[in-house]
């Protein structure tokens, strides 16, 4: 049962890993270069502490969060990933369905290899992931095409101007999907499956741009300079995503939760600002909320439990990290996520109190 796979998501992990052909695990798994940001992504949760409250009469804990003016079930979303279809053949419908019943919001890559139109049929609420393309004629036609699925929101990826280096896929010889699984939301109007293109030329008059043909909230996924957040913030973005796209761009870059609180401290509360990348326990979605992310995304767990057991296996994931951040944050003597605050974190240059 899906029990016995995983009291845990690296238990989910290691049985998805068993069940993956190697290319696909590396593919999932896999970041640029030496790996460096991808493996500092989890181990800065590991460097802070909690610094629990006591005799708080805390009582029930509610999860619940309220984003972009909407709320959501609880503060754990879905972070955009290609290609589910190579975990489990129903692919991003499965998780769709699993975010679905969670109560969560799933953010549709791309690159996903179901169409959006059918992922929303799967019902729930889904915002859409954006790689701007050259070809505005064709990005504006996938905004429309993702607006008229009833997405809720845009996520555009900006720390993409051109592809990471992946030294698995290299290895494994993983360039394209296997046949007959197909970027879906690349199709032209004549049916034919275009390639991404990553945009070098991207600059905030694109952004500018996007804002004048969508009424959609726009977040900027994978901002990661206190510089860059106060740009965002004037020119008129709806919310950030501290990302380094799980590690799989700039090997290098900054672990997310390390760019967090200087993020935080540039937008001053003006957006909301979500976090993603190495998220594994409830504890470090507690950690991620205190520091002033609003929510967090999990992107490579989801493919685990998809990996393991399309729908149910997401569904347990999201169960796990649901029933974890409840225990944590009893245990740290808060009710609801807005309890939380830096004080309740220590670690590398932080003290509590
Ligand atoms: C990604 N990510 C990603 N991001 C994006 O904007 N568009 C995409 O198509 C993808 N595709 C993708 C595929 C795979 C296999 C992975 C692992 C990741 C990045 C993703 O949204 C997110 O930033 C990270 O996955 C978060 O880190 P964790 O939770 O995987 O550690």
């Avoid at 049962?1 to 896999?30: I, K, S």
């Avoid at 999907?177 to 030329?201: H, K, Q, S, Y």
């Avoid at 973005?237 to 380094?244: P, T």
Wanted: glycine share 12%; net charge neutral; charged share 20%.
């Amino acid at each position: 049962t899906l029990d016995e796979a995983g009291l845990n998501l690296a238990d989910v992990a290691a049985e998805a890993r068993r069940r993956l052909e190697p290319a696909h695990w590396d593919f999932f798994a896999g970041g640029a270069g030496g790996e460096r940001t991808v493996r500092a992504n989890e181990a800065a949760y590991t460097r802070r502490w909690v610094v629990p409250r006591v005799l708080r009469g805390t009582g029930e804990r509610d999860l619940r969060i309220c984003l972009l003016g909407e709320p959501v079930s609880m503060p754990v979303l879905v972070a955009p990933t290609a290609f589910h279809r190579l975990a489990h053949p129903d692919g991003e419908v499965a998780t769709a369905r699993a975010a679905a019943e969670a109560g969560t919001v799933m953010v549709v890559s791309m690159a996903a290899t179901r169409g959006v139109e059918e992922i929303a049929a799967a019902g729930g609420r889904l915002w859409f992931q954006l790689y701007p393309q050259p070809d505005l004629e064709f990005t504006a036609a996938v905004v429309r095409r993702a607006e008229a699925a009833g997405c809720r929101a845009l996520v555009v990826t900006v720390d993409s101007p051109v592809f990471g280096r992946r030294e698995r896929d290299l290895r494994h010889g993983f360039v394209d999907l296997p046949p007959g699984l197909a970027c879906e939301n690349m199709r032209d109007t004549d049916g034919r499956v275009r390639t991404i293109e990553m945009d070098a030329g991207l600059g905030w008059e694109r952004i500018a741009w996007l804002r004048g043909i969508t009424s959609l909230p726009i977040l900027l996924k994978g901002v990661l300079h206190p510089a860059d957040a106060r740009l965002a913030v004037a020119h008129g973005v709806d919310g950030l995503l501290v990302s380094n796209h799980g590690g799989r761009q700039l090997d290098g870059a900054l672990a997310t939760l390390d760019a967090l609180p200087g993020i935080v401290a540039a937008v001053g509360g003006r957006l909301p600002v979500l976090v993603d990348g190495g998220v594994r326990r409830g504890t470090d979605v507690l950690v991620a909320l205190a520091l002033g992310a609003t929510a967090v995304l999990v992107g490579r767990p989801v493919l685990w439990g998809l990996a393991v057991g399309g729908a149910a296996g997401v569904r347990h994931v999201l169960d796990l990290l649901r029933a974890d951040l409840d225990r944590a944050l009893a245990l740290a003597g808060a009710a609801r996520p807005a309890d939380l605050g830096p004080d309740l974190v220590a670690g590398p240059d932080l003290v509590a109190g």
